[in-house]
Structure formats: C-alpha cells, structure tokens
T-cell receptor
Framework: ELKVEQNPLFLSMQEGKNYTIYCNYSTTSDRLYWYRQDPGKSLESLFV?????AVKQEGRLMASLDTKARLSTLHITAAVHDLSATYFCAVDGAGSYQLTFGKGTKLSVIP | SAVISQKPSRDICQRGTSLTIQCQVD?????MFWYRQQPGQSLTLIATANQGSEATYESGFVIDKFPISRPNLTFSTLTVSNMSPEDSSIYLCSVAEGGEQYFGPGTRLTVT
C-alpha cells in the first residue's frame, strides 16, 4: 500500500523567511504532484515532477524530486502572506493516475 | 488544461436520502476520478470511472453506497446513497490529461 507522509503538518512563518515542506512516499512512483488549496476552494495544480532530479520553480516556490530517496521537497523563498494556504503532495502509484495524498501542510505566513 | 464543473456546488441533505453529483469536463477524457475530502482532512480516492467499463472502487468504498455512472467521455455522476452525517464532506471529481491531473471545484455536502 502506497503511503505518503508530509511534514510539517502546520507551519507558521514570518514574511521574508525561507522554509521547506517535505514529502516522503513508500513505493516507486511515476509522478509526484504538488497542489495548493485555499480555504473553501478546490485544488490548484502547482507542479508535476516526473523524474529523478527534477526541479521546477514558479515564483517563490520550487519543487524537487529524489526518486531514490522517495522524497520531494517544496521550498518557499522569501514568503509572502499570499502564500498562506494548505499544500498537498500526491503520488501516482504505478502510472495509474490514482493519487494518494499526503495529509497536507497548512502554511500561515505572518506579516 | 481541462475545465471541470460540478453540480451542485453545495447541498444540505437529510440523513437517509441520496444525492447525485454531476461532473462535466470541457474535453473528452478517458480517466475520471472521484475523491472525498472530509472536514479538515486530506483527499481520499473513492473510485476510478472510465467510460465503457464499470467503475473500480478503492478499499472502504462500495458501489451500493457510491454508485457511479460514466455515460460518455465528458460526463460522470457520483451518487451518495442513504446518507448519514459521516458522509458530510467535499466530493471532487478529477481528470487526467497530458500528464496532469485537474480537479473540479467540489461539491460541499452537509448531512443533517
């Protein structure tokens, strides 16, 4: 059974600081996804990581994937209040597009 | 990217009744999925709905409780049957397209 662990589950950080969210998964996977969810909203796709060593960046967010360690990171640079949301990683087991989600990291950026 | 709509966006239902949720996609897609997000929780896959075949359900979800239809490549329905307060959740459909997976806006269900 594929398991996905995220940490931390809660993160409170000051504006301008850097931090990293970690996502570990238990079995081989073809794809790793990062999503953002604002309160009362659906999921917004941030990144899809496909191969070992993949790195993608969008604005203040950068995601990377290490398939050997079964680890993905979402790095936040110089956080701003607008980044406050819940971030989920999700893993696609064996190319099925059936996603297993981590529990999510609720990020609060304090001015 | 695929654009997904769901109806209704929210509903309040009495226990013992059933609700059918509709999911419409603006393009033809092979794979559609239904997820549940219980209050304050992460998402859990309910079932995979591929056109032309029976839906496949994940452990803990059964067809009698969550019957699914997939009549064509742009539409699917999920019914939540004989509802109880434990069914209060957000139900989201999603589609896989071009290596990405997109989610609908969700249906927020409250069972009283």
């Amino acid at each position: 059974e594929l398991k996905v662990e995220q940490n931390p589950l809660f993160l409170s950080m000051q504006e301008g600081k850097n931090y990293t969210i970690y996502c570990n998964y238990s079995t081989t996977s073809d794809r790793l996804y990062w999503y953002r969810q604002d309160p009362g909203k659906s999921l917004e796709s941030l990144f899809v990581l496909l191969s070992n060593g993949a790195v993608k960046q969008e604005g203040r967010l950068m995601a990377s994937l290490d398939t050997k360690a079964r680890l993905s990171t979402l790095h936040i640079t110089a956080a701003v209040h607008d980044l406050s949301a819940t971030y989920f990683c999700a893993v696609d087991g064996a190319g099925s597009y059936q996603l297993t989600f981590g529990k999510g990291t609720k990020l609060s950026v304090i001015p | 990217s695929a654009v997904i709509s769901q109806k209704p966006s929210r509903d309040i239902c009495q226990r013992g009744t059933s609700l059918t949720i509709q999911c419409q996609v603006d393009s033809q897609v092979t794979m559609m999925f239904w997820y549940r997000q219980q209050p304050g929780q992460s998402l859990t896959l309910i079932a995979t709905a591929n056109q032309g075949s029976e839906a496949t359900y994940e452990s803990g979800f059964v067809i009698d409780k969550f019957p699914i239809s997939r009549p064509n490549l742009t539409f699917s329905t999920l019914t939540v049957s004989n509802m109880s307060p434990e069914d209060s959740s957000i139900y989201l459909c999603s589609v896989a397209e071009g290596g990405e997976q997109y989610f609908g806006p969700g249906t927020r269900l409250t069972v009283t």
